[in-house]
């Protein structure tokens, strides 16, 4: 039977420098995915100063910004459930700035 030796040669490369490449890749995306959070909380932030500084929400859809909303809300369950943390930054930082936006749509609107 070969159950178990599968993760014994894993372990074994991983500990002495042989990593294959795609594991590589993998932890350079794992490490991504933390500047790419902050990004889109950045992408976020010029649609959440125009209409709180501006007091104008005219244009920006609610059904939209809910449904954004809703899926960064879903991710960030998501993530909880599976505790992965890049998920669960990224999803907070974004379903925070979502809710201010739709805030913004109801009270400015």
Do not use: C
């Not at 995915?33 to 500084?53: C, G, H, N």
Request: hydrophobic share 55%; proline share 2%; aromatic share 14%.
């Amino acid at each position: 039977m070969n159950i178990g030796y599968h993760h014994y040669h894993y372990r074994k490369k991983h500990t002495e420098g042989l990593v294959v490449e795609e594991n590589k890749l993998k932890f350079v995306i794992d490490h991504l995915v933390y500047a790419f959070s902050v990004l889109a909380v950045f992408v976020l932030l010029p649609q959440a100063l125009e209409i709180w500084i501006g007091q104008n929400a005219s244009g920006v859809s609610l059904i939209t910004w809910v449904g954004i909303l809703l899926g960064s809300l879903f991710w960030l369950s998501y993530g909880l459930i599976h505790k992965e943390k890049p998920i669960i930054i990224a999803n907070f930082a974004i379903a925070l700035m979502d809710f201010l936006i739709v805030l913004g749509i109801l009270i400015y609107g």
